[in-house]
């Protein structure tokens, strides 16, 4: 122990030559190579002492002017603009010169969300241009708190016991508080309380980063549009967590990604691939460090954890159950027309299924149901809970049972300088169709019904694609 505390005295001064000093490449290396600073469970003993640091920072980076680009609403920004306005009336009101390297920044920066954004828009990219977002705001709130030793927490929302958000961010007044989050979660309510079944590390389960065969499947697609999102929805609102332009505005969001960041390092340490195209390896964005210097940041220096590691990880499941499955069309047959959702439950047959087969009969594969093209006028606000044959009347215990998986539409609404871009998922239903099938309440023709959780916003419009039922 006195060993390891000794390298990293050693090796934090080694690391702590400024980014200005050296060339980037140089410095950066300095950071990996450091020994590792340590990630905590925002509910654990230093978890909670991060938490004082985070506010501290927060706390500071909100007095800095919104023209410094270490301020909370430039970095706020960076993710994307508030919807009320444009980027490009931002950048005029904060800086009138538009021949400030800051306007440069500005123009650069903004607006990056991968991959919701405009530019060099791809799934691909969701995974390490968040984890770069995550990497440099630590950076800044360690230097702002005065907590060089600082490490950003993240929210273990997949422990069933910590589905509230921290108190820590519940006290009015204080800098980790907003106060446009959903009813309840500012009271303790776990965020999940009107919807169990949607918080699931299932996209964990996933083999490939990318799988480009079916609508939103793969590792990165799957956890981005479906747990990612649903975390978004369940806890804020349409100029909250719950809508792409307001979202870096919560501080939750931070904790939020760190999580997401955690799953993707425990997704890797299961031994599962990241991509290794020169595409992706050599994409570059741009950030600024903790004294506002311009970084351009590279995709392939940050496929693994660039000088940081987490305190525990997640258990990953070794393989996608392939059980036998039965009635479903071998190929993908065509989808439903397209479904509009609304404050009822709406159901729909899915398309007719190949030849009716028994249980015993059939292949051991997975049954998915691919939901193509979710797009929403406005931010819902609530998930939709999506069943397979579900009974008239079903109570609670019973409509458990026909639980498919759940859709979010965080990534679906239409956003200032991007238009609507549809977006779609792909659920692993193979356990819900086995267990139906074995009680015989499977149909032929499977019907599946989409019920909001909750009431969603009157002027949202959320559209459902179509969906289909195939074997994988
Ligand atoms: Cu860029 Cu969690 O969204």
């Not at 609102?237 to 332009?245: E, F, L, R, S, V």
């Not at 606000?381 to 026909?402: F, T």
């Not at 979010?408 to 549809?422: E, I, L, Q, Y």
Request: net charge positive; glycine share 8%.
């Amino acid at each position: 122990m006195a060993s390891i505390s000794r390298r990293s005295v050693l090796a934090g001064g080694a690391a702590g030559v400024a980014l200005g000093a050296l060339p980037f490449p140089v410095w950066f290396a300095r950071q990996a190579a450091a020994a590792p600073k340590v990630r905590y469970d925002a509910s654990s003993g230093p978890g909670k002492a991060m938490l004082v640091s985070l506010a501290n920072g927060v706390d500071a980076m909100s007095k800095l002017p919104e023209s410094d680009p270490r301020s909370w609403v430039f970095q706020w920004y960076t993710h994307w603009v508030r919807s009320d306005t444009t980027k490009q009336a931002e950048m005029a009101r904060i800086f009138p010169d538009p021949t400030t390297s800051g306007y440069k920044l500005a123009a650069e920066m903004w607006d990056m969300c991968q991959s919701h954004g405009a530019v060099g828009d791809s799934v691909y990219h969701f995974l390490p241009w968040h984890r770069m977002y995550a990497y440099f705001f630590e950076r800044i709130i360690a230097k702002l708190s005065g907590d060089p030793n600082f490490t950003l927490p993240y929210w273990n929302y997949l422990d069933t016991n910590l589905r509230a958000i921290p108190p820590e961010f519940r006290v009015p007044g204080g800098p980790l508080y907003r106060a446009e989050r959903n009813a309840g979660v500012n009271a303790g309510d776990p965020v999940d309380k009107n919807a169990p079944g949607a918080i699931s590390p299932s996209s964990l389960a996933a083999q490939q980063f990318v799988d480009g065969t079916l609508a939103g499947s793969g590792f990165s697609n799957s956890l981005n549009n479906g747990l990612h999102g649903t975390i978004h929805v369940l806890v804020g609102n349409g100029q909250n967590m719950g809508a792409i332009p307001w979202a870096a505005r919560d501080p939750v969001f931070w904790m939020h990604h760190c999580m997401v960041d955690r799953m993707w390092a425990s997704w890797n340490l299961a031994g599962r691939k990241n991509p290794e195209d020169a595409a992706w390896l050599g994409k570059e964005f741009v950030f600024v460090d903790e004294n506002g210097q311009r970084v351009l940041a590279k995709t392939g220096d940050f496929s693994s954890m660039p000088g940081y590691v987490y305190d525990t990880y997640v258990p990953v499941p070794a393989t996608i159950p392939r059980l036998p499955v039965p009635v479903l069309a071998e190929a993908l047959p065509a989808p439903t027309p397209p479904i509009t959702l609304g404050a009822r439950p709406v159901a729909v047959q899915v398309a007719k299924a190949g030849a009716s087969r028994t249980l015993s009969s059939v292949a051991a594969r997975p049954a998915l149901l691919v939901v193509a093209s979710l797009s929403a006028d406005q931010q819902p606000g609530v998930i939709y809970n999506v069943y397979i044959d579900l009974p008239p009347n079903a109570s609670p215990a019973q409509a458990r049972k026909h639980l498919a998986g759940t859709v979010n539409f965080f990534g679906a609404t239409g956003h200032h300088d991007v238009s609507r871009k549809p977006t779609g998922l792909t659920l692993d239903v193979t356990e819900t169709v086995n267990k139906l099938a074995s009680a015989g309440k499977l149909r032929a023709q499977p019907v599946v019904t989409f019920a909001p959780a909750g009431a969603p916003a009157a002027e949202a419009k959320p559209v459902v694609g179509g969906v289909s039922l195939v074997r994988g």
